[in-house]
């Protein structure tokens, strides 16, 4: 089963991304900063990060920074925007990010990538 940490500052998106994911069987983490994502994945070192690239004061291009300076087995960065031009996605990349979702965000398109995620990391689950 993945460990997910959801970013975003609108705590009602990460309480509803929270629920969801569970019902789908993972187990969940949030936080509504960059500085507690970058603290959160620290102590509690995720499969996957759901990240908000939109936070305000450390934006999720610079969590993503962070959390790719960590030790130790790297998560996998899901890049989470409304803006998904070449220019916004090049920068996403570069910073860390392994995949990029535009908000609103298709639930079917996400399960499928976690699953698909969960089939690598956790093959015999």
């Known amino acids: 089963m993945l460990h997910i940490l959801v970013v975003d500052d609108d705590r009602d998106t990460t309480e509803a991304m929270r629920i969801l994911l569970k019902l789908w069987g993972f187990v969940v983490l949030t936080a509504n900063t960059g500085a507690g994502a970058v603290k959160a994945a620290d102590i509690f070192p995720p499969d996957v990060v759901l990240l908000d690239l939109g936070l305000p004061g450390m934006d999720g291009l610079a969590v993503a920074r962070q959390i790719r300076q960590f030790g130790g087995k790297q998560p996998v960065i899901i890049a989470i925007s409304s803006h998904g031009q070449d220019e ?15 908000k609103p965000l298709d639930p079917d398109e996400l399960k499928t990538l976690l699953q698909a995620l969960e089939a690598v990391r956790h093959p015999h689950a």
């Open 88 to 102: 916004d996605r090049r920068r996403a990349r570069e910073a860390g990010c392994d995949h990029f979702l535009l």
